[in-house]
């Protein structure tokens, strides 16, 4: 059974870490976190996310592609053990299930991250330049239809994170009659 945390103490916990230790996510716990990202809200039960675990060969791939982009970006992807690529599938001849699509898999991806935070692991997702390169797109087999949403970093804490200030509840929300 996957470990337990109260909803509102892992939203209110989880951070962003840029530090990890070398140790990579192991298949299960990958394959557990995953699977919990398909229980995102998804309108039609088109399950649109898609996800690539990479391993050795393909993050040479993007490492590549990288540094053919930004000399000296590669080595920002060498910060977790573990890397997660996140897309979905486009259907631009529909753009109100299109728009959908891409909210419930950014949903999927920070079901991925909470499940992590939940199981005593780090996360940090990015949304690195080479994924919006067709160099990047060719390195992931990414097919034409999909849209790459970003790069979740995985791994072990290294460090704690500061809880930073978040917005007053009357600057962002307001009720309406």
Known sequence: MSPTMDVDVAVRSRRTHKAFGA??????????????????????????????????????????????????????????????????????EDPVADEEDLCSSAVAAYLVLLGAHARGLAGYWRTPAVLRTAEGRAALGLQRDEHPLGLLHLGEPRQEQRVPERAPLPQIVHWLD
């Open 23 to 92: 140790r990579s996510v192991d298949r299960d716990t990958l394959a557990e976190l995953l699977e919990l990202a398909t229980w995102a809200p998804n309108h039609h039960l088109t399950n649109p996310w898609r996800f690539r675990v990479l391993g050795p060969a393909a993050l040479e791939r993007l490492k590549d592609a990288a540094e053919a982009g930004a000399p000296g970006s590669a080595s920002k992807l060498d910060r977790a053990p573990t890397l997660v690529v996140v897309s979905y599938v486009r259907t631009p």
